[in-house]
C-alpha cells in the first residue's frame, strides 16, 4: 500500500527523529558527560532553579513529608538516565513553572499581597476608554460559547504539545530546546507576576462587584459554565473552582501561550502564518467573551510572548524558516543556496521544507530526467553555450512544458557568479581542463 506524500514525509521525519534520541539507560553515561562538561556562567541558573525547588518543596502540604520526597528523588532519576534525560533536562524550566503554579496556594497569607480588585478595570477604562470585556460578554449565544470554547478551552491545552511534537519532527533539534526553554520561563514569570500583583478576573466583578476580596474565595468557571450546561456535565466548574491560582487575571497566560505559539510557528514555517494568527484573534476574543480576561490583561500576556520570543530566540536560529544565517553555519535549502525559484508551497506544517531538505521529497517530480539541460562553459570567451550531446532533446522554451530546463540552466549559471568570471577560469584549475570531458 502506497502512502501519500504528507503521510510519508511525516512517518520519515518520525522514523529519523527517533533514530537521533540517545536510547542508552546507563545513568554512568550521564556522569561521564557531566565530568567532560565545562561550566560557563550560564550554568548558574541551575542554581537558582535548585533554590526555587526547595523553596516550593518546604511549603508544599500536599503531598505531604516524606511522600513528597519522591518528587525530586524521581526526577533526579529521570535526569540521570540519558533517555529520559535528554527530555527532562530541556524541560527544566517548564517543570520550575508548574511546580510554582501548584505549590502557590501554599503560601500562607499573611505574606501575601492585597487582590487588586479596582486596578485592572480602571485601566481598561482609562486606556481603552471603555471597559471592552464588559462589552463584549453583554450579548452571550449557544453558538459564541461553542466558538469561544474551542480555543480557549480545548485548542490552549493541546497547542503548544502538538507545536512540539513538529518542531521535534521537522527542524534542528536546538529548535526544540528553544521552544522548551521560551515557553517555561514565560510561564514562570507569568506566574511570579501573578503572585505578587494578583489581580480579580471579570468574572469576580460580576458575582461579587467591586468588594474586597480574600484568597479564600474559589475560583470560578465565568462563562464556561454555560459549556458545562450544553454538555450537562461540571468540568470546569470542579477545575477552576479548585485552581492553585484564583487571582493571576494579569497577564493572561492563554493570550501568551497563543502568541508565543504563533510567532514559533511564524518564524518555522511561514506559510501557516496567516491560519494561526486568525486562531489566536479567536483567543484574544475568547478570553473576555468567557469573562476570564480583561483587555488589558490580553495586551500584557501578548507583550509578555513577544519579549521572551526575541530574548531567547538565538541567532543560529534567526534566519528564515528558523534554519539561521550563513554567519552563524546555518543550513540552507537548496534554493536558497543557488538563488533558485522557490518550490511551489504545499504540504501542511513544513512537510515539504522537511523533504526538500532530506532528500526525501514527497514530490518525484524531481527525478525526472535532465537531459534537456543547456551547459554553459566557465570560459566566456569559448563561446557561450554548450550542447550536452549532439543527441540531446531540444531545449523547452520559457512558460511551456515543465520548466525544469529554465531552472536547472539558472542553477548552474549562478554558481558561476560575476565577480568570480575571469579569463581562463575553473574550478579544478587551467592545468589540463577541457568541458565537456573527452570520451575516451
Given at each position: 500500500?502506497?502512502?501519500?506524500?504528507?503521510?510519508?514525509?511525516?512517518?520519515?521525519?518520525?522514523?529519523?527523529?527517533?533514530?537521533?534520541?540517545?536510547?542508552?539507560?546507563?545513568?554512568?553515561?550521564?556522569?561521564?558527560?557531566?565530568?567532560?562538561?565545562?561550566?560557563?556562567?550560564?550554568?548558574?541558573?541551575?542554581?537558582?532553579?535548585?533554590?526555587?525547588?526547595?523553596?516550593?518543596?518546604?511549603?508544599?502540604?500536599?503531598?505531604?513529608?516524606?511522600?513528597?520526597?519522591?518528587?525530586?528523588?524521581?526526577?533526579?532519576?529521570?535526569?540521570?538516565?540519558?533517555?529520559?534525560?535528554?527530555?527532562?533536562?530541556?524541560?527544566?524550566?517548564?517543570?520550575?513553572?508548574?511546580?510554582?503554579?501548584?505549590t502557590?496556594?501554599?503560601?500562607?497569607?499573611?505574606?501575601?499581597?492585597?487582590?487588586?480588585?479596582?486596578?485592572?478595570?480602571?485601566?481598561?477604562?482609562?486606556?481603552?476608554?471603555?471597559?471592552?470585556?464588559?462589552?463584549?460578554?453583554?450579548?452571550?449565544?449557544?453558538?459564541?460559547?461553542?466558538?469561544?470554547?474551542?480555543?480557549?478551552?480545548?485548542?490552549?491545552?493541546?497547542?503548544?504539545?502538538?507545536?512540539a511534537?513538529?518542531?521535534?519532527?521537522?527542524?534542528?533539534?536546538?529548535?526544540?530546546?528553544?521552544?522548551?526553554?521560551?515557553?517555561?520561563?514565560?510561564?514562570?514569570?507569568?506566574?511570579?507576576?501573578?503572585?505578587?500583583?494578583?489581580?480579580?478576573?471579570?468574572?469576580?466583578?460580576?458575582?461579587?462587584?467591586?468588594?474586597?476580596?480574600?484568597?479564600?474565595?474559589?475560583?470560578?468557571?465565568?462563562?464556561?459554565?454555560?459549556?458545562?450546561?450544553?454538555?450537562s456535565?461540571?468540568?470546569?466548574?470542579?477545575?477552576?473552582?479548585?485552581?492553585?491560582?484564583v487571582?493571576?487575571?494579569?497577564?493572561?497566560?492563554?493570550?501568551?501561550?497563543?502568541?508565543?505559539?504563533?510567532?514559533?510557528?511564524?518564524?518555522?514555517?511561514?506559510?501557516?502564518?496567516?491560519?494561526?494568527?486568525?486562531?489566536?484573534?479567536?483567543?484574544?476574543?475568547?478570553?473576555?467573551?468567557?469573562?476570564?480576561?480583561?483587555?488589558?490583561?490580553?495586551?500584557?500576556?501578548?507583550?509578555?510572548a513577544?519579549?521572551?520570543?526575541?530574548?531567547f530566540?538565538?541567532?543560529?536560529?534567526?534566519?528564515?524558516?528558523?534554519?539561521?544565517?550563513?554567519?552563524?553555519?546555518g543550513?540552507?535549502?537548496?534554493?536558497?543556496?543557488?538563488?533558485?525559484?522557490?518550490?511551489?508551497?504545499?504540504?501542511?506544517?513544513?512537510?515539504?521544507?522537511?523533504?526538500?531538505?532530506?532528500?526525501?521529497?514527497?514530490?518525484?517530480?524531481?527525478?525526472?530526467?535532465?537531459?534537456?539541460?543547456?551547459?554553459?562553459?566557465?570560459?566566456p570567451?569559448?563561446?557561450?553555450?554548450?550542447?550536452?550531446?549532439?543527441?540531446?532533446?531540444?531545449?523547452?522554451?520559457?512558460?511551456?512544458?515543465?520548466?525544469?530546463?529554465?531552472?536547472?540552466?539558472?542553477?548552474?549559471?549562478?554558481?558561476?557568479r560575476?565577480?568570480?568570471?575571469?579569463?581562463?577560469?575553473?574550478?579544478?584549475?587551467?592545468?589540463?581542463?577541457?568541458?565537456?570531458?573527452?570520451?575516451?
Amino acid at each position: 500500500m502506497s502512502l501519500s506524500g504528507p503521510v510519508r514525509t511525516f512517518l520519515t521525519a518520525f522514523s529519523a527523529a527517533v533514530g537521533r534520541l540517545d536510547k542508552s539507560l546507563s545513568p554512568f553515561d550521564t556522569i561521564a558527560r557531566l565530568r567532560a562538561h565545562t561550566f560557563v556562567p550560564s550554568d548558574a541558573i541551575y542554581v537558582f532553579h535548585l533554590v526555587l525547588a526547595v523553596f516550593w518543596l518546604t511549603i508544599m502540604q500536599v503531598p505531604s513529608f516524606p511522600s513528597k520526597l519522591l518528587i525530586p528523588i524521581l526526577f533526579g532519576l529521570a535526569l540521570l538516565i540519558p533517555f529520559t534525560s535528554q527530555f527532562f533536562f530541556p524541560a527544566i524550566p517548564v517543570f520550575a513553572w508548574l511546580l510554582a503554579f501548584y505549590t502557590n496556594r501554599f503560601i500562607p497569607a499573611d505574606y501575601r499581597p492585597s487582590v487588586h480588585v479596582f486596578l485592572l478595570p480602571t485601566l481598561e477604562t482609562v486606556l481603552y476608554g471603555a471597559n471592552i470585556s464588559d462589552i463584549l460578554t453583554r450579548f452571550t449565544h449557544p453558538i459564541l460559547d461553542l466558538l469561544a470554547w474551542l480555543p480557549y478551552g480545548v485548542i490552549h491545552y493541546t497547542f503548544p504539545i502538538v507545536l512540539a511534537i513538529f518542531i521535534w519532527l521537522f527542524r534542528p533539534p536546538l529548535a526544540l530546546k528553544t521552544w522548551a526553554k521560551t515557553f517555561g520561563y514565560m510561564n514562570l514569570t507569568g506566574v511570579c507576576v501573578q503572585i505578587l500583583i494578583p489581580c480579580a478576573a471579570p468574572w469576580y466583578e460580576l458575582i461579587y462587584g467591586l468588594t474586597p476580596a480574600t484568597y479564600g474565595i474559589a475560583g470560578s468557571p465565568g462563562g464556561l459554565v454555560r459549556i458545562d450546561a450544553l454538555f450537562s456535565g461540571d468540568g470546569y466548574q470542579r477545575a477552576f473552582g479548585s485552581s492553585p491560582l484564583v487571582f493571576g487575571a494579569f497577564p493572561s497566560l492563554h493570550a501568551a501561550w497563543a502568541t508565543l505559539g504563533a510567532l514559533f510557528v511564524s518564524h518555522f514555517w511561514k506559510g501557516a502564518g496567516r491560519i494561526v494568527w486568525a486562531y489566536v484573534g479567536v483567543l484574544y476574543w475568547s478570553t473576555m467573551y468567557l469573562t476570564h480576561h480583561y483587555l488589558i490583561d490580553v495586551v500584557g500576556g501578548a507583550c509578555l510572548a513577544t519579549t521572551f520570543f526575541y530574548l531567547f530566540m538565538p541567532d543560529e536560529l534567526r534566519g528564515a524558516g528558523g534554519r539561521g544565517s550563513a554567519e552563524y553555519g546555518g543550513a540552507r535549502s537548496k534554493y536558497e543556496r543557488y538563488d533558485l525559484e522557490s518550490r511551489r508551497p504545499g504540504g501542511f506544517m513544513g512537510l515539504d521544507d522537511f523533504a526538500s531538505d532530506t532528500g526525501e521529497s514527497a514530490d518525484l517530480s524531481d527525478e525526472v530526467e535532465e537531459e534537456n539541460i543547456v551547459y554553459r562553459s566557465p570560459n566566456p570567451s569559448t563561446g557561450g553555450s554548450v550542447p550536452h550531446s549532439s543527441s540531446k532533446k531540444p531545449p523547452v522554451q520559457n512558460g511551456t512544458g515543465n520548466g525544469r530546463s529554465h531552472r536547472h540552466t539558472a542553477s548552474i549559471a549562478s554558481l558561476i557568479r560575476g565577480d568570480e568570471r575571469s579569463e581562463g577560469w575553473s574550478p579544478i584549475g587551467n592545468k589540463g581542463f577541457s568541458f565537456p570531458p573527452v570520451t575516451r
